[in-house]
């Protein structure tokens, strides 16, 4: 089925700056896509391109990011008649297209905006659920439907927050749940038991939410944040059906080689900034005290040594965000280094749908875990929900149980597993290995 129209626009997300939301028009009807954004971006991402005008939007908007879909990418993919329904054909015209390695010509959000439209036509024209469609590309099609575990982000520090905590997510995976719908309660109630713990600790002004809904006190020491969700799990009651989880964000702070876990202070003292050593041993001594089973982002995206150091002497799930950036290459030499164990799947790292299927299933195929992910400026488009489970990775990260452009994602995933009617596995203990099942 050819595509009639494709039209591009700019629109705002979580955090209020300007995205890229781009409409594909076939027979079957108008399908719209949102373009995410991050804020602790690795420097091998593609180029999420910006207008720099600094009289309009802080620098930010996206108005060349659409010019270059109505205008390029739109005109010429319509031009071209590719059936919609081939998604690799559609990803690979728009590269050559753009014919730089990081997408820089038009920018990875126009072209991504235009890939994920795509995608959701190319399900409409089979008549089939959109996670279907994405099983079918990714080779899982006739395999059982694999339900993820929610990693929430529950307490917020790095970059997505105005507090003192260097590290940037603490998270709760619902693992002993029986179901995905089990995983959201659980998730739920501990939310709350977690802003009861927190208020009653430090007052009403520190459950303030940071960018993803995690709440964000004003607490520096990163061993503090972990005992508060010890303390919320146990008063919740579910101490034996959740596991912890972290993603460090390290690139964020280290400074002349070395990690400060103090760097929003402007005076802070260079004598207590950790060797990548010194942190692998802080993060050895986190996991011997809490249930941790992931950290991501551990050391910086370049610091390949700590990385292959952690992971070999460490049996949790070790992820890579901005060492992997989504990316096939990176993926290969982070094999061959055995840097880590999982990647983050991230669709605008890369850029398009094609070589977001091709870096998870890469991944799977070294053995590797993969969890699906958002970024902290979302929107309501909620297609990452339909990847995880069309790529059967058992583990998605979009936020805390709170904010509706996270939300938008969970309660997807709840339809998908209502809509299966107990025909689906949910992944629990098996999240890093879920593609086996």
């Known amino acids: ?179 995905f719908a089990e995983a959201m309660k659980i998730g739920s109630e501990v939310y709350h038991s977690l802003k009861s713990v927190i208020k009653a600790k430090y007052g009403q002004d520190a459950t303030n939410v940071g960018d993803e809904g995690g709440f964000a006190p004003n607490i520096q020491d990163n061993a503090e944040g972990l005992e508060l969700l010890k303390t919320a799990i146990a008063k919740a009651g579910y101490t034996d059906k959740i596991k912890i989880g972290m993603d460090v964000a390290a690139s964020e702070f280290l400074v002349d080689g070395k990690y400060d876990l103090d760097f929003k202070n402007p005076n802070s003292d260079k004598s207590k900034h950790l060797t990548g050593e010194e942190l692998a041993a802080l993060y050895k001594e986190f996991i011997a005290n809490y249930p941790i089973v992931s950290i991501e982002d551990p050391f910086d995206q370049d610091d390949w040594s700590a990385w292959s150091h952690l992971t070999g002497s460490t049996d949790i799930q070790i992820v890579g965000d901005d060492l992997t950036v989504t990316n096939p290459l990176r993926i290969a030499t982070a094999v061959e280094k055995k840097a880590c164990n999982s990647l983050l799947l991230k669709v605008n790292q890369i850029g398009t749908i094609t070589e977001s299927i091709k870096a998870a299933v890469l991944s799977q195929e070294s053995g590797w875990g993969v969890m699906v992910s958002h970024r902290s400026g979302e929107t309501e488009d909620f297609t990452i929900a339909d990847i995880v489970v069309g790529l059967r990775t058992g583990q998605i990260k979009t936020g805390a149980p709170c904010r509706s452009e996270r939300l938008a994602k969970y309660n997807q995933l709840l339809r998908i597993e209502e809509e299966l009617a107990g025909d689906s596995i949910y992944a629990g203990e098996n999240f890093r290995n879920a593609h086996l099942l």
């Open 1 to 179: 089925m050819p595509i009639t129209k494709i039209h591009a626009r700019q629109i705002f997300d979580s955090r209020g700056n300007p995205t890229v939301e781009v409409e594909v028009t076939t027979g079957k009807g108008v399908f719209r896509a949102d373009v995410p954004s991050g804020a602790s971006t690795g420097i091998h991402e593609a180029l999420e391109l910006r207008d720099g005008d600094k009289n309009a939007y802080v620098g930010k908007g996206v108005l060349t990011a659409v010019k270059n879909v109505n205008e390029h990418l739109g005109p010429a993919l319509i031009a071209a008649n590719i059936d919609v329904k081939d998604q690799v054909a559609v990803d690979e015209f728009l590269i050559n297209l753009d014919g730089t390695p990081n997408k820089s010509k038009y920018g990875a959000n126009a072209i991504l905006g235009v890939s994920m439209a795509v995608l959701k036509a190319g399900a409409a024209c089979k008549g089939v659920p959109l996670y279907r469609h994405i099983a079918d590309l990714a080779g899982h099609g006739g395999k059982k439907i694999v339900m993820p575990v929610p990693a929430m982000n529950v307490i917020n520090g790095g970059s997505h927050a105005g507090n003192k905590l260097a590290m940037q997510e603490f998270m709760i995976l619902p693992t002993g749940a029986e179901s």
